[in-house]
């Protein structure tokens, strides 16, 4: 699946110069006027391999917890109309997703050996998906202690819910996130893109071309977008955002699922949350991200200064909106039986984990920023 090194944007040049019609070491009439010289595997810039495996497990779980935490809140809101919108998930699925989204991958990329695309889409990959996804329910109930009187054969409307699931895979997801693709950054790329860094002077964005040596003019190389090009443009906004918000989802059942374990014991089995939970993350991560670019690569502000504007904003995010779905109703957290808090909606309880989560949101917008989509033309 990882593609190769050199499935970059524009062809490599080897010493900046391509062989010309017969040029000696070259054999005449071959090669092309003006034709690049492709470097090996090994030289090449990783401008279009595909994303590492590991980075397409970490998207399935967190992408499978999401669809576990609409499909569960929509449940639970038709039946009692409950405006708060929880939704429910467990570190255990998220695994469970990642490892059975992973083996369709597979499935899903046999899709051109199948003379016909029609019975595919619709008969062949369904029934992996359907029979993969049922095998890993059941698997999930043995693992919990249900032993095998909890194994029960799905329903007509839980077949049904699968096969639309796969639809939505095969037809929507797969074949747009299986376009994206991640530049990787060699030590050896990175050390000679920026051999004199000026001292005191704000860090490069990731990926950005090194500065000219010795004041003289650096040659443009080809396709390459300028030193002037911000981090923000890697991917459109719009899938930062979502991206957040979905990986709000993921903090959230992990988070309450710890807390439900040291509270509970071995009782508990899953996390909760709140749809209105991907719009605050979304958001809220989505201006912490922007900040981070300024403040990082703009300003040059250190780890220590970047923080506590970060946390200040994360609490007024959090009051903001509590206080507005407080107002409906809608308000899924509440705080009152903890120390340190105000209105029971913010507390410094929980400080350290806000300080982590936003230093890890910024190695997540580092890597965010080196993923492209590589357009259908």
């Not at 329903?155 to 639809?167: F, H, I, N, S, V």
């Not at 990787?184 to 001292?199: H, L, N």
């Not at 003019?217 to 459109?236: D, I, K, N, V």
């Not at 014991?265 to 719009?279: E, K, P, Q, V």
Request: net charge positive; charged share 15%.
């Amino acid at each position: 699946m990882a593609g190769s090194d050199a499935d970059g944007e524009g062809p490599a040049w080897r010493g900046g110069a391509a062989r010309r019609r017969g040029a000696p070491g070259g054999r005449g009439g071959e090669a092309a006027t003006g034709r690049p010289e492709p470097l090996s595997t090994a030289e090449a810039p990783a401008e279009g391999a595909a994303l590492p495996a590991w980075m397409r497990l970490y998207f399935y779980g967190m992408h499978g917890i999401t669809l576990d935490v609409l499909l569960s809140s929509a449940w639970r809101f038709a039946r009692s109309s409950d405006l708060r919108m929880l939704g429910f998930s467990s570190p255990y699925r998220c695994l469970l997703h990642s490892l059975t989204h992973f083996a369709l991958e597979k499935v899903y990329l046999q899709k051109r050996r199948c003379p016909s695309a029609f019975v595919f889409h619709f008969l062949l990959y369904p029934s992996a998906h359907v029979a993969l996804q049922v095998l890993a329910g059941q698997a999930l109930l043995l693992s919990l202690g249900g032993g095998l009187g909890a194994a029960v054969a799905p329903g007509t409307l839980d077949l049904a819910l699968q096969y639309m699931l796969a639809l939505y895979h095969s037809q929507v997801f797969l074949k747009q996130f299986l376009r994206l693709r991640y530049r990787r950054q060699r030590r050896q790329q990175q050390q000679q893109q920026q051999p004199q860094q000026p001292q005191g002077a704000p860090p490069a964005p990731p990926g950005a071309p090194a500065p000219a040596a010795g004041g003289g003019r650096r040659r443009r190389p080809r396709g390459a977008r300028g030193a002037e090009e911000t981090p923000s443009r890697g991917l459109p906004d719009l899938f930062h955002f979502l991206f957040f918000g979905m990986h709000g989802f993921l903090d959230e059942i992990f988070f309450t699922f710890l807390f439900n374990v040291l509270g509970q014991g071995d009782g508990a089995t899953s996390g909760h949350t709140s749809l209105w939970s991907f719009l605050i993350y979304g958001s809220c991560s989505f201006v912490v991200e922007k900040l981070y670019f300024y403040l990082h690569y703009g300003r040059g502000w250190s780890t220590w200064k970047r923080v506590p504007i970060y946390v200040i904003l994360i609490y007024v995010w959090e009051l903001s909106w509590g206080l507005g779905l407080r107002t409906c109703g809608a308000c899924s957290w509440d705080y009152s039986h903890h120390p340190l808090n105000f209105m029971g909606l913010i507390t410094l309880m929980y400080l350290p984990g806000w300080i982590f989560l936003s230093l890890y949101q910024d190695l997540l917008s580092n890597v965010l920023w080196r993923v492209r989509y590589l357009p259908t033309n």
